[in-house]
Nanobody, 129 residues
Framework: QVQLAESGGGSVQAGGSLRLSCAAS???????MGWFRQAPGKEREGVAG???????????SYADSVKGRFTISRDNAKNTMYLQMNSLKPEDTAMYYC????????????????????WGQGTQVTVSS
């Protein structure tokens, strides 16, 4: 059974940093995987993701709002994906979810919800001004 467990959320002041982790079980993190977030009253949006081409080249993709501030990474040995978040802003406040696809590729793109089959329970990030 596939399980994804996020951790690392918390409350920080603007300009601070957090590192989120997503531990996977029943699954390997070398497939299409990504991070999403959802703020109250808003749609869940893609933040960062891995996508893999047919030649198995791995690329990363980021939402414009987080480019240059967030970095996605993964440790295959630990079967864990990470999201390093720097220069946090109040508008980054949201519940953050990790997601994984059954396939190695992201059939609708790395930042599209429709690409993903499995979701974690989320970890809250709150950034105060």
């Amino acid at each position: 059974q596939v399980q994804l467990a996020e951790s690392g959320g918390g409350s920080v002041q603007a300009g601070g940093s957090l590192r989120l982790s997503c531990a996977a079980s029943g699954f390997t993190v070398d497939n299409c995987m990504g991070w999403f977030r959802q703020a109250p009253g808003k749609e869940r949006e893609g933040v960062a993701g891995f996508y893999i081409t047919s030649s198995r080249t791995v690329y990363t993709s980021y939402a414009d709002s987080v480019k240059g501030r967030f970095t996605i990474s993964r440790d295959n040995a630990k079967n864990t994906m990470y999201l390093q978040m720097n220069s946090l802003k109040p508008e980054d406040t949201a519940m953050y979810y990790c997601a994984a696809a059954r396939e190695y590729y992201c059939n609708r793109g790395a930042l599209a919800r429709q690409s993903y089959n499995y979701w974690g329970q989320g970890t809250q990030v709150t950034v105060s001004s």
